[in-house]
């Protein structure tokens, strides 16, 4: 079974731009989550998708936002690119959003550089 | 704020050591706590995972401590290799409480030969 796919890999962009990232999920996983990775903040919720519709969300601005398709894939969206914003952007998947969050399985990121 | 505090922030080990990293945390509605592995150009996979009700778990060389009262708990890696060389992270969720995961700030650990 093929893993969490992100696209693009790598990303540069310039501030003020926004970027679009987007996530495929493992199959049959309907529940998906994003994280933010910086070596100064470490590894940051974002927020989490399950059914199209947003369930939880990290302590991130406006400016950060996503949606879920019907078939689970996911796009975040970050508008007014900071310099601050360069980091890895991971998603993760897993079957359904109940019991144990560690039961998640990460895509191996989109890394973000705004110049 | 950072929930979950995670030492040393590197380490160095010779093989066939033991590499033991610790993680504190505050939130006592935490009730799961695993272990993530992460190399260079690749997401966090999970190494490990214990719940609050059971003080120690171990799986092949990868042992997991808990102390609920000090509101501690810690990996413990025996007989490293080089191949352990990574970056390791504790975290922290709720049980049914959606996907958050609460991370700590990550060790990177060298297996030197």
């Known amino acids: 079974k093929a893993g969490v796919t992100q696209t693009p890999r790598y990303l540069i962009k310039t501030r003020g731009q926004q970027v679009t990232l987007s996530c495929s999920p493992i199959s049959g996983h309907r529940s998906v989550s994003w994280y933010q990775q910086t070596p100064g903040q470490g590894l940051q919720f974002l927020f989490e998708y399950f059914s199209e519709t947003q369930r939880n969300k990290g302590n991130f601005p406006g400016r950060f936002s996503g949606r879920q398709f019907s078939n689970s894939r996911s796009e975040m969206n970050v508008s007014t690119l900071e310099l601050g914003d360069s980091a890895l952007y991971l998603c993760?998947?897993?079957?359904?959003?109940?019991?144990?969050?560690?039961?998640?399985?990460f895509g191996p990121g989109t890394r973000l550089t705004v110049t | 704020q950072q929930q979950v505090k995670q030492s040393p922030q590197s380490l160095i080990v010779q093989k066939g050591g033991i590499s033991i990293i610790n993680c504190a945390y505050e939130n006592t509605a935490f009730d799961y706590f695993p272990w993530y592995q992460q190399f260079p150009g690749k997401g966090p996979a999970l190494l490990i995972a214990i719940r609050p009700d059971v003080s120690e778990k171990k799986e092949g060389r990868f042992t997991i401590s808990f102390n609920k009262s000090a509101k501690q708990f810690s990996l413990h890696i025996m007989d490293s290799q080089p191949g352990d060389s990574a970056t390791y992270f504790c975290a922290a969720s709720i049980r049914n409480a959606g996907n958050m995961l609460t991370f700590g700030g990550g060790t990177r650990l060298m297996v030197k030969p």
């Open positions: 993760a998947s897993r079957a359904q959003p109940s019991g144990g969050a560690h039961e998640q399985y």
